[in-house]
């Protein structure tokens, strides 16, 4: 895909998306929920929103043990950053491929391995994010939600979640079985298409294909799959936090179990590719905290919004840091993407 028409879809998401949250929003309304939130929580919410990213390197840690043992631990919390604050400001997750490659030449590893392993990590985060999210339905009040008749509200929303939850972990689990089990075979007859498909959306998806498998080598180390499962289940609870804490500003009737079931329509909101989710990101989040804890809808627009800044800006900024501080080149952003083919 053209990288015009990639950022017209973007850009045209984004505005879609914006209109729906602000069609009906009463700013006067929100920006007043606003004036009235507790910095301190606020400020709170970003620190522990920072310390996510420090528990997620320490798990990149883990995955590369494989290709590297003891990886700085600098330079995977600094790419970290980077690659998140691209990812932010470029559509379509662009800093994906810029954190591995740009820790791969400060490593002097494999630029393969260390992709391979970011496909692992979305894979662990989506087990994650839907193991909190069972935790949640089994709770009492997700047997309520669960139970309450449906009608196009709240219980309706959960109940497509627990069918996507069932349908994810359906098809996951024995793909990563199978991939585990006999990487050889698949790896040989992926290899076989790649020659008949080289270029296109087929040879690109073959690609990552062969990335993930190789990413999949700490799964076959049982003590460093239970260390990488251990971290991510950390890093998300201390994401949960930081959002318990970001709606604790706004005085919302959540608590901390219920963020196990908020992160879900945000992280879909992250995941739809305008820049940063923005548009996707505040819609949703007032879609459900209107929805599912009856939260008026301006001042679930003020937090929705707070709640994505706090993502975003101090993200960005320790990006833009980090790029200073270790003196990479916007240029060398855009070349990495380039060379490694970037979508």
Request: with cysteine.
């Amino acid at each position: 895909m053209k990288r015009g028409l990639r950022a017209a879809i973007s850009l045209g998401l984004m505005a879609l998306f914006i209109w729906l949250f602000l069609k009906s929003l009463d700013l006067k309304a929100a920006g007043h929920s606003l004036g009235e939130a507790l910095p301190a929580w606020i400020a709170l919410s970003a620190l522990v929103n920072l310390a996510a990213y420090v528990v997620r390197a320490w798990r990149w840690r883990w995955l590369l043990s494989p290709v590297k043992r003891d990886i700085g631990f600098y330079n995977l919390t600094s790419t970290t950053f980077i690659g998140f604050m691209v990812s932010f400001l470029v559509p379509f997750r662009v800093g994906e491929i810029v954190r591995p490659v740009l820790l791969a030449r400060r490593e002097a590893i494999s630029s393969s391995a260390a992709l391979a392993t970011v496909a692992l990590e979305r894979l662990l985060d989506a087990l994650t994010i839907m193991f909190l999210f069972l935790l949640f339905i089994l709770s009492p009040r997700g047997k309520e939600l669960v139970l309450a008749p449906a009608g196009g509200g709240a219980a309706d929303y959960l109940h497509h979640g627990i069918e996507a939850t069932a349908v994810m972990v359906g098809i996951l689990l024995p793909l990563v079985v199978i991939l585990v089990a006999f990487p050889r075979r698949v790896i040989g007859a992926l290899e076989r298409l790649h020659r008949a498909w080289p270029k296109g959306f087929i040879g690109h998806t073959i690609e990552a294909v062969e990335r993930f498998i190789e990413g999949l080598a700490v799964v076959r180390r049982a003590r460093a799959l239970l260390v990488c499962a251990a971290l991510s289940v950390l890093m998300w609870l201390v994401i949960d936090l930081g959002i318990w804490c970001g709606t604790t500003a706004f005085g919302l009737p959540i608590g901390f179990f219920d963020t196990f079931l908020l992160i879900v329509p945000l992280a879909v909101g992250i995941a739809v590719p305008t820049p940063g989710g923005v548009g996707p990101y505040e819609f949703l989040a007032q879609l459900s905290l209107v929805g599912f804890w009856g939260v008026a809808a301006a001042p679930a627009a003020a937090a929705a919004v707070t709640l994505h800044l706090i993502s975003l800006v101090p993200t960005i900024l320790l990006g833009l840091f980090f790029m200073w501080r270790d003196g990479v080149r916007p240029s060398e952003v855009r070349s990495v993407t380039r060379q490694e083919g970037s979508p």
